[in-house]
């Protein structure tokens, strides 16, 4: 498995600002994407966070929106910008761990709440 | 574009009964999850299938995996309260190289399990 981090765990955010969630893993990874949970519902997809180059966004998720940084292997950040009541949800980072098995694992969340 | 349906969306339970939730996906895929998230919390890895006729348990739990019918079910024997959370189905979206580490959520199933 993994130990995975997130800062902030949660946030309350203005109409208009941005927010840069920060995600750390306890070891090297090839993989690692950003979910979406908003209220209620399940994940979506918002990116694959790839290593030294843009990342993946999934249909619906713009780069404007969410900017997403990968310096190294084991960190990577997701920005909310522009806000809006409608961001309000739950982000999740997720990151892939090989092995015998590859499996996916989830970070603890960043809540965030827009006013 | 792949579809992951979970039923049922709300399962309420007795102590020591036995239930299935289902997950059906519209498209081939190399890889299935089960998570378990509890309010407030982020997800946790409970199985991950990899073939056709694989079957993992784990406690009170039990996942199986048929490939050829699209099908994965998670089987609670003698439910009891701390099982009580919401369960989530992910499938890996395949692409033309195979598996994608992407992962399409079902909506989940929120499972009571009462004394």
């Known amino acids: 498995s993994a130990v995975i981090s997130q800062k902030p765990s949660r946030d309350i955010c203005q109409r208009g600002t941005s927010l840069t969630i920060q995600c750390q893993v306890d070891?090297?990874?090839?993989?690692m994407f950003w979910y979406r949970q908003q209220p209620g519902q399940s994940l979506t997809l918002i990116a694959t966070?790839?290593?030294?180059?843009?990342?993946?966004?999934e249909s619906g998720f713009v780069i404007d929106k969410f900017p997403i940084s990968r310096p190294n292997l084991t960190f990577s950040t997701l920005t909310v910008s522009n806000m809006s009541p409608e961001d309000s949800s739950i982000y999740l980072c997720?990151?892939?761990?090989?092995?015998?098995?590859?499996?996916?694992?989830f970070g603890p969340g960043t809540r965030l709440t827009v006013l | 574009e792949l579809k992951v349906e979970q039923n049922p969306l709300f399962l309420s339970m007795q102590e020591e009964k036995n239930y299935t939730i289902y997950c059906n996906y519209s498209?081939?895929?190399?890889?299935l999850y089960w998570y378990r998230q509890d309010p407030g919390k982020s997800l946790e890895s409970l199985f991950v299938l990899l073939s056709n006729g694989a079957v993992k348990q784990e406690g009170r739990l039990m996942a199986s995996l048929d490939t050829k019918a699209r099908l994965s079910t998670l089987h609670i024997t003698a439910a009891v309260h701390d099982l009580s959370a919401t369960y989530f189905c992910?499938?890996?979206?395949?692409?033309?190289?195979?598996?994608?580490?992407?992962?399409?959520f079902g909506k989940g199933t929120k499972l009571t399990v009462n004394p």
């Open positions: 966070a790839n290593q030294g180059s843009e990342a993946t966004y």
């Open positions: 070891s090297q990874v090839t993989m």
């Open positions: 498209t081939t895929s190399d890889r």
């Open positions: 997720s990151v892939l761990t090989s092995g015998v098995t590859n499996e996916q694992f």
């Open positions: 992910a499938v890996d979206m395949p692409t033309t190289q195979g598996g994608s580490e992407k992962l399409v």
